[in-house]
């Protein structure tokens, strides 16, 4: 993604909105296939922005299109869960054959279970500890360093249960955790379609598709994509030195194919900066249930690098506009992109609402108080401009730091 750099457009200022808690959400437009993936970090960061405030409740992607569960998943978690449990009775019986039998149908059903474990890797790192102890006990030392490798990729702080584990089991995991082939490393790219979706690899959050997640240990993992209003996707995912790809084509629900076919509407009406009211934004804030809106457009600028954002604050009963900025983003380098979309959620708001101070106060003395507080006269982090100007003295370039226009 791409920093906030230039300012083209002015904010537009209206009086104070009426008091009491007010539903607001930010929507981000793609206007073209290689800016999908934008839209939902900015949404994330928008929302994030907007929870600082006081007077609004807010509503993520998530809220209005939901997150729908892969049923099929579901339903190959819970014939897992029962695999382990006849799996576990027959090794607990010593009756080792028929355990190896059924805990090898248990980790295939749990192959296409990945989208339904998003609390922790269970039952797939129960049956894979249990598949390591029948390879041992049948005398398939290779089999069961090779399940146990899998296993610490899972989890590496996976308990095993010294009751049911015979002592030289648990030696032999040791062995294995130790040894060469536990520091190796593998990388992946993640990929979907549409992009933007949020990646999660072992139920850790790690970025946008697509992304790159390089220095993962080498064996299985669970991979999980969210994507609001598309069904989750999961997979078991094998990681070797050799980088790897994953990429699917998420499923839309029929929510959110109705809410898409309104967005080219809504686009056109954010761009044309020149007209105050929009009859596509009011129709979109009732689908939605909201009364303030961030409504967007964003688009890559393939010449130079960079992305063009639109972002208009609106009054979503009537369609009102009641402020509009258009920036680039040139690179997110460090990290600065979140820094500096809330710090244009802040402008705007604080500018539509009159510049009145509704951040969440913090018992913290230094909250907000990053070092950089007179490099410009606005805060960021929703604190209203500094109304008092520096007297101006002999050097005329005293006091300007090129960020004025905040």
Request: proline share 5%.
């Amino acid at each position: 993604m791409k920093a906030l750099a230039i300012l083209l457009l002015p904010t537009l200022a209206l009086a104070a909105p009426p008091s009491g808690p007010r539903r607001i959400g930010a929507v981000i437009v793609p206007m073209d296939p290689t800016a999908e993936a934008s839209g939902p970090k900015l949404e994330s960061y928008m929302s994030e922005a907007l929870g600082q405030f006081q007077d609004f409740t807010v509503r993520k992607s998530e809220d209005f299109f939901g997150l729908p569960a892969d049923d099929e998943a579901l339903v190959a978690l819970k014939r897992g869960q029962q695999g382990y449990q006849e799996s576990l009775a027959a090794f607990d019986k010593k009756e080792y054959e028929d355990a190896e039998r059924k805990v090898r149908a248990t980790l295939k059903e749990l192959q296409k279970a990945a989208a339904a474990m998003t609390a922790s890797c269970n039952p797939l790192c129960d049956a894979t500890a249990l598949y390591a102890a029948v390879m041992h006990q049948r005398g398939d030392a290779e089999e069961a360093k090779l399940a146990l490798l899998d296993l610490m990729a899972l989890n590496p702080t996976y308990e095993m249960d010294t009751k049911r584990y015979s002592r030289d089991f648990i030696s032999l995991r040791v062995q294995v955790a130790t040894g060469v082939n536990a520091a190796l490393r593998g990388g992946t790219t993640v990929k979907s379609r549409p992009a933007g979706a949020r990646v999660f690899i072992d139920n850790e959050f790690k970025g946008y598709t697509p992304v790159t997640v390089s220095t993962l240990p080498v064996g299985k993992h669970l991979l999980r994509l969210e994507r609001p209003g598309f069904r989750i996707y999961g997979q078991v995912l094998e990681v070797s030195p050799d980088e790897s790809e994953a990429s699917t084509a998420l499923q839309p629900t029929d929510d959110y194919k109705a809410f898409d076919a309104r967005l080219d509407n809504v686009a056109t009406e954010v761009m044309r900066a020149t007209s105050p009211n929009n009859p596509a934004v009011a129709a979109l804030g009732k689908a939605l249930g909201l009364e303030r809106g961030l409504v967007g457009t964003v688009r890559d600028i393939p010449d130079n690098s960079t992305t063009e954002l639109v972002l208009g604050l609106y009054d979503m009963g009537t369609g009102k506009r009641l402020g509009v900025k258009r920036v680039v983003l040139q690179g997110d380098e460090f990290g600065q992109l979140k820094s500096e979309v809330n710090r244009l959620v802040n402008h705007l708001l604080n500018n539509a609402d009159g510049g009145a101070e509704k951040r969440v106060k913090s018992s913290d003395p230094l909250e907000n108080a990053h070092g950089m507080d007179e490099w410009n006269g606005e805060d960021k982090g929703g604190k209203r401009r500094t109304q008092e100007k520096k007297a101006k003295k002999g050097d005329p370039l005293e006091g300007v730091n090129g960020t004025e226009d905040w």
